[in-house]
């Protein structure tokens, strides 16, 4: 018996990386999820991935998933992404906000359409996906959503830099994933009466996916120094299916949550040997 057996659920960015192993597991556990990402067949985007890709692999292994092409950018896009779930499995009771939508720029040099994006993707997206999924959750009274932060919300911290080329580039979406860290407490906050959690991710560890060897965060996808993408899914997976008042508001790491509720033996980086952002210290 999976632990989202008959559970409906929605994963954005779900083409490739982190959002394609949240769909592959959410399905082995029983979930009817309904993949959601602008690349809907392999060559429409220049990384590598696709939902067809995806959604085939769920469906090879004898689960359940079906793909929604769909721009999040656009409001109307969310509203019809919404529908089309409801459409296919019914009523949505877990709701993960993984898409992402980064440029490497500098303030200085950012241009003004991209940074309006960008947030569109990173923080208004994830508010309008919610505000439609709570249509269905706080009438049955339950339901998970879980925001996918990233490292980045940490920040520099105060001057002086000796290393200003550190953080060069990252201003933009490391205010994204903060702004996302607050929504998730705020909104977890509205939502406790009505049995919904509400929880933030990051993985531990730079996670190798074809957006993090693109932007060269890790130098090619088994780079010994990142963290699997599955343990990302299985921190996911625990924050979706644990009681609401075990988890939440909790903005975590991978590795963290996991280690704590001991689905591992051993941890490391973010939240274990180094402190998270102000919102995980809460």
């Not at 057996?5 to 556990?29: P, Y």
């Not at 049995?195 to 531990?204: H, Y």
């Amino acid at each position: 018996m999976g632990k989202l057996d008959g559970k409906v659920v929605v994963v954005t960015g779900a083409s490739r990386g982190i959002g394609a192993d949240i769909a592959r597991l959410f399905a082995a556990e029983g979930g009817r999820v309904v993949c959601a990402a602008r690349t809907l067949r392999e060559g429409d985007h220049p990384l590598a991935g696709s939902l067809e890709h995806t959604v085939g692999e769920i469906r090879g292994a004898g689960n359940e998933a079906t793909a929604v092409a769909a721009d999040i950018s656009e409001p109307a896009e969310c509203e019809r992404l919404m529908h089309a779930a409801r459409a296919a499995y019914g009523p949505i009771d877990v709701l993960v906000n993984n898409a992402a939508l980064t440029y490497f720029i500098e303030v200085k040099d950012y241009p003004v359409n991209k940074w309006i994006r960008s947030w569109a993707v990173n923080v208004h997206a994830p508010f309008v996906l919610a505000k439609l999924a709570l249509e269905d959750m706080i009438p049955r009274r339950r339901g998970s959503i879980v925001n996918i932060s990233s490292g980045s919300a940490i920040g520099p911290g105060r001057g002086p830099y000796p290393d200003p080329e550190r953080y060069s580039g990252g201003t933009c979406y490391g205010a994204e994933k903060a702004a996302l860290e607050r929504f998730t407490q705020g909104l977890a906050r509205e939502v406790y009466p009505h049995g919904i959690s509400v929880t933030a991710l990051s993985p531990s560890q730079v996670v190798p996916t074809p957006g993090t060897v693109h932007h060269k965060l890790v130098r090619s996808m088994d780079d010994p120094r990142g963290e699997p993408p599955i343990l990302m899914a299985r921190a996911a997976l625990l924050l979706a299916t644990e009681p609401c008042e075990r988890i939440t508001g909790r903005v975590t790491y991978s590795q963290q949550i996991l280690k704590e509720h001991g689905w591992i033996d051993a941890a490391r980086g973010r939240g274990v040997d180094s402190k998270g952002s102000g919102y995980s210290q809460i």
